[in-house]
């Protein structure tokens, strides 16, 4: 009887190619989490730690719970830096390329509480803020051209209180569980652009608004608040709603449309505001400042 010839050596060498291709693969897995920190942690940052990022258009990322981000500007700075006001700030590989990443992991023997960090960006720069987590961002005499919140994806608190900023544009991208905003005319704004807020919201218009802003949001859905001055003449328009408006005090311009006292009275519309698309409850209040 004729027999197959063996085939033990080719065998051998397909299976040596094949175990050689999953080491090389699995090494490739390994150094990849390595990097973004899931094997083996990076090296945490000292409290008062000063990063310094090349270039005035400057991008950051942070990811952590109940974390403080001050942002100011410099005039005498060429690049951006970031000083970290607590202790437990790791770098974070899994930023998008071009973006600084940074997280935060708990510290042992360290009492939890907020975690700081300051922003200081060269004066008419741009900074793009990824937050993720709960914040409160805090502008502190901020001088940009512009200002891109993106990828806030929990309970946001934006505080202006501080005046002396003036942004070109402000643009917050997307926020999911709550967001609410201290002084905005402080910022001193030529455009406000929010994209979709989720939750309830509260959004303070007073302060020192000295130039004329346009200010759109895209989709709310929840129960809102807008908090508008009597000075300078104010103007709101919804596109649709599926909820209530309550507005009083306002002058009803159309259905759809509300102005201020000093709108109604004839002054400028400085400050122009429209919701594309809100589900939910909106009240309106005038706030005196």
Request: with cysteine; hydrophobic share 45%; glycine share 12%.
């Amino acid at each position: 009887m004729m027999q197959t010839a063996p085939t033990t050596g080719p065998r051998r060498i397909l299976v040596a190619a094949l175990v050689v291709s999953l080491i090389v693969a699995g090494s490739g897995i390994v150094t990849l989490v390595t990097r973004n920190g899931r094997l083996k942690a990076n090296p945490a940052f000292a409290e008062g730690t000063i990063l310094e990022l090349g270039g005035s258009a400057s991008r950051i990322s942070v990811v952590g719970d109940n974390l403080e981000v001050v942002v100011g500007t410099s005039s005498t700075a060429t690049s951006a830096s970031i000083v970290l006001g607590s202790q437990g700030f790791r770098q974070d590989f899994r930023a998008k390329t071009g973006t600084y990443g940074l997280y935060f992991d708990s510290v042992p023997g360290v009492q939890a509480g907020v975690r700081r960090l300051t922003v200081v960006v060269p004066e008419n720069g741009t900074l793009t803020l990824t937050l993720v987590g709960e914040a409160r961002l805090i502008l502190d005499q901020a001088r940009l051209k512009e200002l891109r919140l993106a990828g806030a994806s929990s309970a946001l608190e934006l505080d202006a209180t501080e005046s002396g900023s003036i942004i070109d544009l402000v643009q917050i991208e997307n926020v999911t569980g709550g967001f609410s905003a201290i002084c905005l005319g402080n910022l001193d704004m030529a455009d406000l652009v929010i994209g979709n807020i989720v939750g309830s919201y509260d959004l303070d218009f007073s302060g020192s608004l000295g130039r004329h802003c346009d200010v759109s949001l895209h989709t709310a859905v929840g129960k809102g608040t807008l908090r508008i001055p009597g000075k300078p003449g104010v103007q709101l328009s919804i596109g649709s709603v599926l909820g209530k408006v309550l507005s009083s005090g306002f002058v009803a311009e159309g259905s759809k449309s509300f102005l201020n006292a000093s709108a109604a009275s004839g002054a400028d519309r400085q400050l122009v505001m429209r919701i594309d698309n809100a589900i939910g409850q909106i009240q309106l209040v005038e706030v005196q400042q």
